[in-house]
């Protein structure tokens, strides 16, 4: 048991051990407070290619050395320093203040679905998209004769091998993702692109290429969404938080307007 006991107690100190990176003048630098550090980058001390440790961590020890040297030369002592920590306090306290008020605010789902029905046309409503690849090329010779290649592939290997032709042949930007667009609106192409690739059904291609600025298209309607509305359920969460803000913007004009506020 005592050997049990003792064996964790130093697999516990090891792993303690190795969080500590650096010791400057007896001072322990710690991988957690270079992940304080880290943190509004959404990144951790263990994620950073060796080089970025590496470099973060001769910035913390430098950065260790001048506030051992600060507090030893009395700065603290100091008229300013007192001052821009009042200021730092002040800011702190305003900004916690603020936080802890934005998280009080409770929004029930029949507030958050009222707004939600308020607001449906204005904010919530979604235009026609579609999911397209394209092939660009030079020519309309050119376009005809991929057209011609592409007439002969199943429809169930359409989807890869317009993606290889377009990785092949296509001049767009897109080419090299297999001829990629994404999901986009009609508002979102140029009016001749869109008019043809709006017509098309999920899974068709233009027999005819469309001519652009660009040069000659080939378009492939992968996938398509109606017109319609975004649901509740998935902007529930962002309604919720708008409706926190505009209560703590009514608080903040209800402390203005209970305060004694002159202007000079």
């Known amino acids: 048991m005592k050997k049990i006991i003792l064996g964790s107690l130093f697999v516990a100190s090891s792993v303690f051990a190795g969080d500590v990176l650096a010791v400057v003048n007896g001072e322990k630098i710690t991988k957690q407070e270079i992940n304080n550090v880290l943190k509004r980058q959404h990144m951790t001390y263990d994620q950073l290619p060796p ?3 590496a470099k973060i961590l001769d910035d ?3 950065q260790a050395l001048v506030i051992q040297k600060a507090e030893n030369s009395g700065i603290e002592k100091t008229k300013l320093y007192k001052k821009e920590l009042n200021i730092i306090k002040k800011q702190l306290a305003y900004r916690l203040f603020l936080q802890n008020k934005l998280k009080s605010f409770k929004i029930t789902d029949q507030e958050a679905k009222s707004f939600y029905n308020k607001n449906k046309d204005i904010l919530f409503k979604r235009k026609e998209e579609i999911k397209a690849r394209h092939i660009l090329v030079r020519t309309k010779a050119e376009a005809m ?7 002969k ?5 359409l989807d890869e091998e317009f993606a290889k032709l377009a990785q092949k042949y296509s001049i767009g930007p897109s080419g090299k993702m297999g001829g990629e667009l994404g999901w986009f609106s009609k508002d979102k ?4 692109f869109s008019k ?3 017509s098309l059904k999920k899974g068709e291609f233009t027999l005819k290429p469309v001519h652009t600025r660009f040069g000659w298209h080939i378009i492939y309607v992968e996938d398509k969404k109606p017109a319609g509305y975004i649901p509740f359920n998935k902007v529930k969460n962002r309604i919720k938080n708008q409706l926190k803000v505009e ?4 608080y903040i004009q209800n402390l203005k307007q209970k305060a004694k506020i002159e202007y000079k």
């Open 51 to 53: 080089k970025f440790r």
């Open 60 to 62: 913390i020890i430098t």
């Open 145 to 151: 004769d991929i057209i011609n290649k592409l007439k």
């Open 153 to 157: 592939i199943p429809q169930s290997k």
């Open 189 to 192: 192409m140029i009016p001749a």
């Open 196 to 198: 043809v690739a709006f």
């Open 247 to 250: 209560k703590l913007r009514a």
